[in-house]
């Protein structure tokens, strides 16, 4: 059997999911060529990794002004996507525009102006592109499509989700790139991609208003003068005013993130323990939105990234009862540990409530992996040999950009303070 081929453009914390599970458990099926970022050090270091984790032969090499010469020369079947948010569609559009089909990291990109570009281009090329939505093959979020496709409380008229991210996971979305807003989008869309992406899901329809309030009420250094705060510093690393921080990130003392960040800053001046207190933080880190759905759901939704415990509750409200959601995940820094704690769960509960009928609680499958046990069932589908999934959880570019217009919407409307509707952000075709 003929293999398929890649080649990976990004090899930051992300990437290790996609060219560990190729060189691992899908050697049979897929092969990686080569990979492309502007950091020649961080690829080194991932060459390293398959070597020495992963016992396969390293990969080329490129910097990212030879993306194209890449392509053309190594001659992949799919380029893997798992760059910075921004730059994601730059390699998706150019990705499609060689003929290659994409995978690509969520978000699938971070506006409605770069958004266009893609949907243009698969429209143009043909091509095909995966967007990597884990959260959907996790059991307990696979269970409750399957409540609601059985219509065990009947049809959905509203749905009130709430996620929490707290103080080790939440905090470093501050610390990094992602703190920049032009870089992710802030986390209504480089977070919040997964939610709005679930609900999306879990209903089976598409968002149509959005409406939407955030600020930054507990990150910067603003904030944290407000409450008392005196010692700042702008990065961990050497900083005596660090020491003592529970904040704080001590890269030296973590070898993925040693070798992938700290001994590679030289090259690009990326710096990935900088201060959550300090200054130039554009993100939100308190959020709260409504949406109205096209088959009229309403959603109320809130992200909260400085909580003391990590996961979600999502309750929703049938015409025949409704059903009560509790998700406990343990805490998880990228590249600061196993990968497999990503998205694992410490607690979960499903709870159906009919009207005139008793409550019960629903048994959930057990499964290893990250992100609830879905990360496993989700590289087999893109790896490996799919099987036949009747809650459709493969997730194409029309899901991926459904579920970042929500996020886009949310932000415009923090702006202006008005609903925003979602047709007026791209012209969308039915694919």
């Known amino acids: 059997m003929?293999?398929?081929?890649?080649?990976?453009?990004?090899?930051?914390?992300?990437?290790?999911f996609f060219y560990g599970a190729v060189a691992s458990d899908f050697k049979d099926t897929s092969q990686l060529l080569a990979f492309c970022d502007i950091n020649k050090a961080r690829m080194d270091y991932s060459n390293r990794i398959l070597e020495k984790e992963f016992n396969a032969r390293p990969v080329k090499t490129y910097m990212s002004h030879e993306f194209d010469h890449m392509v053309r020369k190594e001659n992949p079947d799919a380029v893997i996507v798992t760059s910075i948010d921004r730059t994601h569609h730059r390699y998706?559009?150019?990705a499609m525009e060689l003929g290659c089909d994409v995978i690509t990291e969520k978000p699938m990109t971070v506006d409605e102006v770069k958004c266009q570009e893609?949907?243009?281009?698969?429209?143009?090329?043909?091509?095909?592109?995966?967007?990597?939505?884990?959260?959907?093959?996790?059991?307990?979020?696979?269970?409750?499509?399957?409540?609601?496709?059985?219509?065990?409380?009947g049809k959905i008229n509203s749905v009130h989700f709430e996620w929490l991210l707290d103080t080790f996971h939440g905090a470093d979305y501050f610390r990094r790139w992602h703190r920049d807003k032009r870089n992710s989008g802030g986390l209504m869309v480089h977070k919040s991609t997964h939610h709005f992406d679930l609900v999306n899901?879990?209903?089976?329809?598409?968002?149509?208003?959005?409406?939407?309030?955030g600020d930054l009420m507990f990150y910067g250094r603003e904030n944290a003068e407000n409450r008392g705060i005196t010692k700042f510093y702008s990065r961990a690393h050497n900083s005596e005013n660090a020491k003592g921080d529970p904040f704080a990130l001590y890269m030296e003392q973590k070898e993925r993130l040693k070798g992938l960040y700290l001994d590679a800053e030289s090259e690009d001046g990326y710096i990935r323990d900088q201060s959550v207190f300090g200054d130039g933080i554009s993100i939100e880190d308190t959020m709260g939105v409504m949406v109205r759905y096209k088959n009229n759901a309403i959603l109320t939704y809130s992200l909260n990234a400085y909580m003391p415990w990590e996961g979600f509750r999502v309750n929703f409200n049938g015409t025949k009862g409704r059903i009560e959601a509790s998700i406990a995940e343990k805490t998880y820094v990228n590249a600061g540990?196993?990968?497999?704690?990503?998205?694992?769960?410490?607690?979960?509960?499903?709870?159906?409530?009919?009207?005139?009928?008793?409550?019960?609680?629903?048994?959930i499958e057990e499964k290893e992996g990250g992100h609830g046990g879905g990360d496993p069932a989700l590289l087999n589908d893109i790896f490996g040999e799919p099987k036949e999934d009747k809650f459709k959880r493969a997730a194409s570019h029309v899901d991926g950009a459904m579920s970042i217009l929500t996020g886009?919407?949310?932000?415009?409307s923090f702006k202006t303070g008005l609903p925003v509707q979602i047709d007026s952000l791209v012209n969308f075709p039915d694919k």
């Open 2 to 16: 003929s293999k398929t081929k890649y080649v990976q453009v990004g090899t930051g914390g992300r990437a290790r």
């Open 92 to 94: 998706i559009v150019r």
């Open 118 to 153: 893609i949907l243009d281009a698969v429209k143009k090329t043909g091509q095909n592109i995966r967007v990597t939505f884990n959260y959907r093959y996790a059991p307990h979020n696979t269970k409750l499509r399957q409540l609601i496709m059985d219509g065990t409380i």
């Open 201 to 213: 899901f879990w209903l089976g329809t598409r968002p149509e208003t959005v409406f939407g309030m």
């Open 337 to 363: 540990g196993k990968v497999s704690d990503e998205g694992a769960l410490s607690y979960k509960k499903i709870l159906v409530l009919p009207i005139f009928k008793k409550p019960y609680e629903v048994e």
């Open 408 to 412: 886009i919407a949310a932000n415009k």
